[in-house]
Antibody
Framework: QVQLQESGPGLVKPSQTLSLTCTVS??????????WSWIRQPAGKGLEWIGR???????NYNPSLKSRVTISVDTSKNQFSLKLSSVTAADTAVYYC?????????????WGQGTLVTVSS | DIQMTQSPSSLSASVGDRVTITCRAS??????LNWYQQKPGKAPKLLIY???SLQSGVPSRFSGSGSGTEFTLTISSLQPEDFATYYC??????????FGQGTRLEIK
């Protein structure tokens, strides 16, 4: 059974960089058959896709965040990571990592439990 | 970006009711439409993919239909565990992948 688990600081100061890691277990991130995404959800609001990475290292980002986002993959650790720079209070949210198979519609079939990141001084 | 609009935004229904939620795309997305259920404090759960395919392990009372710009999620007979928020999501034209704003299904 595939499992995803987010980890990282729960509190980040304004203007600093938010860094999160997603550890994948029960399957290899190197299998080549999946995209690996980050998605966030502010309290009481909807879901916002941040970006994704393929095992080759190719990435796609949400244009609304592209200038501040970097997603990377470490196949040796079966992890992928998110960095979001110059954060503000508007970046306070629950952050999820998720997997999408390389099929038409590419649904997010496995999700991490989510981790709350608060941006505050 | 492709905008996804769900209706209604909230809905009250009773156990046993048949419920339909609509999702409209701002342009054609073929059948590249997925539906998720989210309960408070939990990650979203995939229900339907590619507009009408039931995800493994999801009860058959859930069904999806549509193509192009209009899609529906139907719950044939509401169960107590179905009260949650539902989201549609398109992956036709990316980036970005976009979600609907959500439909909150509440107990009447």
């Amino acid at each position: 059974q595939v499992q995803l688990q987010e980890s990282g600081p729960g509190l980040v100061k304004p203007s600093q960089t938010l860094s999160l890691t997603c550890t994948v277990s029960g399957g290899s991130i190197s299998s080549g058959s999946y995209y690996w995404s980050w998605i966030r959800q502010p309290a009481g609001k909807g879901l916002e896709w941040i970006g994704r990475i393929y095992t080759s290292g190719s990435t796609n980002y949400n244009p609304s965040l592209k200038s501040r986002v970097t997603i990377s993959v470490d196949t040796s650790k079966n992890q992928f990571s998110l960095k979001l720079s110059s954060v503000t209070a508007a970046d306070t949210a629950v952050y999820y990592c998720a997997r999408a198979p390389l099929v038409p519609a590419a649904p997010f079939d496995y999700w991490g439990q989510g981790t709350l990141v608060t941006v505050s001084s | 970006d492709i905008q996804m609009t769900q209706s209604p935004s909230s809905l009250s229904a009773s156990v046993g009711d048949r419920v339909t939620i609509t999702c409209r795309a701002s342009q054609s997305i073929s059948s590249y439409l997925n539906w998720y259920q989210q309960k408070p404090g939990k990650a979203p759960k995939l229900l339907i993919y590619a507009a009408s395919s039931l995800q493994s392990g999801v009860p058959s009372r859930f069904s999806g239909s549509g193509s192009g710009t209009e899609f529906t999620l139907t719950i044939s007979s509401l169960q107590p565990e179905d009260f949650a928020t539902y989201y549609c999501q398109q992956s036709y034209s990316t980036p970005p992948i976009t979600f609907g704003q959500g439909t909150r299904l509440e107990i009447k």
